[in-house]
């Protein structure tokens, strides 16, 4: 007799072919228990509100895309902050939605502009689903923003002139966005100004193959990007061969929006009849200019008007023939024709801003011409005086000639009459050309007026074109006086391959430190000008230069917001220090050596212990991002400059602000105390130089002299030059009468 066998869980008989020595009921049972366990782990690993994902505590969802969620989260260490977490939705982490996925982070990654969301941090929850951390953006989208604040036409286009800058640096780091649409970029606003920022690069294409080298093919048949937005060969799916030509488009049906109130095509037509009646519209159909879109749209356009500040005539008038010829080329069906860059987008709105030729204009002569003629009507309504002088003294002359040769042919009883008659002729011409004559002296005259005019708006380059053009045989004392107080520099420094930044000497005089935007430091001898060393570090412009009170080392401050100290002797990198969020824009020594202070786009000044690096004191006050500071030779103030186009005096030892000076019409751009203490120095955006009573406040003098705006200026120990650096490639020594009292 075989013995049965027993379930061990219940005792009960079991069949011959129980699986595992179990009986099928408790079998069961132990089936629906995992099932359980496994959904309540499941449920464990779905993010939401109130959820942790690494550092950060997610707290509302805020945007959701085709294959990812956007949170609002709460960042609590290192630094506490609020973000946005991007996190691949559930379920649709398949193989290519995360290869997409991972592929946005690192487009992301590889940007930083002011105008391009920036990436803080990524990762991988517990569940195995990728998200990564950018800056929360607190905003609206650009066409909205736009018409809540109504802004005009001008402040519109320099929002978008903005956003093409953006574009730009993502196409320079090998980015096409491929989905440029208001609702992907957001105005936030920053301190007083409206900053557009540009977000989502989801369906971003790499233009060079390390970027996609794990990304997944397109699926054929599918369409990416936003169909109002989408140029030609967007619609047409031939994604392999798009360009960032087709970005450029994308920006026109933008700006056309900004500017007409409503895209090029209408979205509920367009979408109507598929993906064949979008591909045939997008590639086929020519759209209404922004005038002719405008004026179709009833009443409609009177609110679309206001939304602008002005009236609907009025707004049709101005959209007509330069202001909509820049979206219609950047819409042109075939992209060769398009704008080449959306830099050069950018470029021909501040075409439009000075009244310069439009590159969308025609290439018209009689087109060129107007726009010259309308841009110089002075000088142009002076020259067409004179020539019509000279043609009609010309013509007298002729005529008379005309007549002298029939009296010469006369009977001899004439002679008389013809000699009379050519004499009257002779005094004709001569009269013409005296009055020729006195036309072209009156146009010096007026032209040195004019210099001395434009002299006193510290417009220097407009002096120098119009000393330039005055004839050498009348240029007399006034034109020499005028060029001579136009130019006070005793010596011009070459070897900066781009822009110059900033400038200063060595405590004993005999050398001069300078830095430029080619990322390099140059030391020159002061007496001489030659060059002495090239110091090479900064991975981007060297903002600001200073010599060590002993002259044996040299700090440097850049736009990769890092500060170095260097050997003077040598030229060897001693040391780095960080801490600012932004640009440096100025870094000096304190008298005594021991201290650093520096600038920065952050709107902070910040002192450093020379050395150790050692952060020792945070400043703040200014309204918008510190350009300039320096010491006090006692050592117990810091004189700082900002964009806010102040300047203000603080008590080192206790922070406190003593005095705020105003009377520059741009950003400080750089600044410095006289070796006595007792005056300023500051250089500004607006091409001057200013000297201030360092006691007072009150303003002294003003050096002009400069091209362009003054980014860096120095004092020499004896305090009777001045050294200035400008945005013209040019350095300048100046005599400076700076004595105590």
């Known amino acids: 007799?075989?013995?049965?066998?027993?379930?061990?869980?219940?005792?009960?008989?079991?069949?011959?072919?129980?699986?595992?020595?179990?009986?099928?009921?408790?079998?069961?049972?132990?089936?629906?228990?995992?099932?359980?366990?496994?959904?309540?782990?499941?449920?464990?690993?779905?993010?939401?509100?109130?959820?942790?994902?690494?550092?950060?505590?997610?707290l509302e969802l805020i945007g959701e895309g085709g294959m990812g969620l956007v949170y609002l989260a709460e960042q609590k260490e290192p630094v506490r902050r609020r973000v946005a977490l991007k996190i691949v939705k559930l379920?649709?982490?398949?193989?290519?939605?995360?290869?997409?996925?991972?592929a946005e982070?690192?487009?992301?990654?590889?940007?930083?502009?002011?105008?391009i969301a920036h990436v803080f941090d990524a990762?991988?929850?517990?569940a195995g689903r990728p998200y990564f951390v950018m800056e929360y953006v607190k905003g609206m989208s650009i066409t909205k923003y736009c018409d809540k604040q109504k802004l005009s036409v001008e402040e519109r286009l320099e929002l978008f002139r903005q956003v093409c800058e953006g574009v730009h640096h993502a196409h320079q780091k090998g980015i096409i966005h491929r989905d440029i649409k208001p609702s992907n970029i957001l105005v936030s606003i920053h301190g007083d100004r409206p900053v557009p920022k540009i977000i989502d690069f989801g369906i971003a294409k790499a233009i060079t193959q390390p970027l996609v080298e794990k990304t997944s093919y397109t699926e054929q048949g599918q369409l990416l990007g936003t169909p109002e937005y989408m140029s030609p060969e967007q619609a047409e799916m031939a994604y392999q061969d798009i360009d960032t030509r087709s970005d450029i488009y994308s920006l026109g049906v933008v700006l056309y929006e900004l500017l007409a109130g409503v895209p090029p095509f209408d979205a509920k037509r367009?979408?109507?009849?598929?993906?064949?009646?979008?591909?045939?519209?997008?590639?086929?159909?020519?759209?209404?200019?922004?005038?002719?879109?405008?004026?179709?749209?009833?009443?409609?356009?009177?609110?679309?008007?206001?939304?602008?500040?002005?009236?609907?005539?009025?707004?049709?008038?101005?959209?007509?023939?330069?202001?909509?010829?820049?979206?219609?080329?950047?819409?042109?069906?075939?992209?060769?024709?398009?704008?080449?860059?959306?830099?050069?987008?950018?470029?021909?709105?501040?075409?439009?801003?000075?009244?310069?030729?439009?590159?969308?204009?025609p290439e018209s002569t009689v087109y060129r011409t107007r726009k010259f003629v309308r841009k110089h009507a002075g000088s142009v309504a002076m020259v067409a005086l004179v020539a019509v002088a000279i043609v009609l003294g010309l013509v007298a002359s002729i005529f008379m000639g005309c007549r002298a040769e029939q009296a010469r042919k006369q009977e001899a009883a004439m002679r008389a009459q013809v000699e009379q008659a050519l004499i009257r002729a002779e005094n004709a011409e001569k009269a013409a050309k005296d009055k020729s004559e006195e036309l072209r002296r009156t146009l010096y005259v007026n032209s040195i007026q004019l210099a001395e005019a434009k002299y006193g708006e510290a417009n220097i380059r407009h002096v120098r074109e119009l000393l330039d053009a005055c004839p050498e045989d009348l240029r007399g004392w006034e034109w020499y006086r005028l060029r001579h107080i136009s130019d006070q520099s005793r010596m011009t420094l070459l070897g900066h391959k781009k822009l110059a930044t900033s400038v200063a000497f060595s405590p004993d005089g005999k050398r001069i430190i300078s830095g430029g935007w080619d990322n390099t430091i140059k030391v020159w001898d002061a007496e001489t000008g030659d060059e002495l060393m090239t110091l090479r570090g900064h991975k981007e412009c060297v903002k600001s230069v200073a010599f060590s009170p002993d002259g044996k080392r040299m700090v440097s401050g850049s736009n990769d917001k890092t500060i170095k100290i260097w050997d003077a002797a040598t030229g060897a990198e001693l040391i780095t220090l960080r801490g600012h969020g932004q640009s440096i824009n100025l870094v000096a020594f304190s008298p005594d050596g021991k201290c650093i202070v520096s600038t920065s786009a952050d709107n902070t000044i910040k002192v450093w212990d020379a050395a150790t690096g050692e952060k020792l004191l945070t400043l703040r006050g200014h309204r918008d991002g510190v350009k300039s500071v320096a010491f006090s030779p006692d050592g117990k103030r810091i004189a700082s400059g900002?964009?806010?186009?102040?300047?203000?005096?603080?008590?080192?030892?206790?922070?406190?602000?003593?005095?705020?000076?105003?009377?520059?019409?741009?950003?400080?751009?750089?600044?410095?105390?006289s070796p006595d203490g007792k005056r300023i120095i500051s250089g500004s955006g607006d091409n001057t130089i200013k000297v201030w009573d360092a006691a007072t406040g009150n303003e002294l003098m003003t050096l002009r002299g400069h091209g362009d705006w003054v980014g860096s200026i120095a004092i020499s120990p004896d305090g009777k030059r001045i050294v200035s650096a400008s945005g013209d490639k040019t350095i300048k020594v100046w005599d400076a009468a700076i004595h105590p009292g």
């Open 123 to 126: 990762g991988t929850t517990e």
């Open 1 to 58: 007799m075989i013995e049965k066998k027993r379930c061990p869980k219940c005792n009960a008989d079991l069949p011959v072919n129980a699986l595992g020595g179990i009986c099928p009921k408790c079998l069961m049972m132990i089936g629906l228990e995992d099932k359980a366990n496994i959904a309540q782990k499941e449920s464990t690993l779905i993010e939401g509100p109130g959820a942790k994902i690494g550092h950060y505590e997610l």
């Open 270 to 361: 367009l979408r109507e009849g598929g993906i064949d009646h979008i591909q045939q519209v997008i590639c086929e159909e020519q759209p209404k200019t922004p005038s002719a879109r405008l004026t179709s749209l009833g009443d409609k356009a009177k609110r679309i008007a206001e939304s602008r500040r002005t009236q609907i005539i009025t707004l049709t008038r101005r959209l007509h023939r330069e202001l909509e010829w820049i979206p219609m080329k950047a819409m042109r069906k075939d992209r060769t024709r398009r704008y080449r860059s959306a830099s050069e987008l950018a470029d021909d709105i501040q075409n439009y801003f000075t009244g310069a030729p439009l590159i969308a204009g």
């Open 91 to 102: 379920g649709m982490d398949t193989k290519q939605v995360v290869t997409r996925f991972e």
């Open 642 to 673: 900002s964009n806010d186009k102040t300047i203000k005096v603080w008590d080192l030892a206790t922070g406190a602000e003593l005095m705020t000076l105003r009377g520059h019409g741009n950003w400080i751009e750089s600044i410095a105390f």
């Open 105 to 115: 982070r690192q487009t992301l990654a590889i940007l930083e502009h002011p105008n």
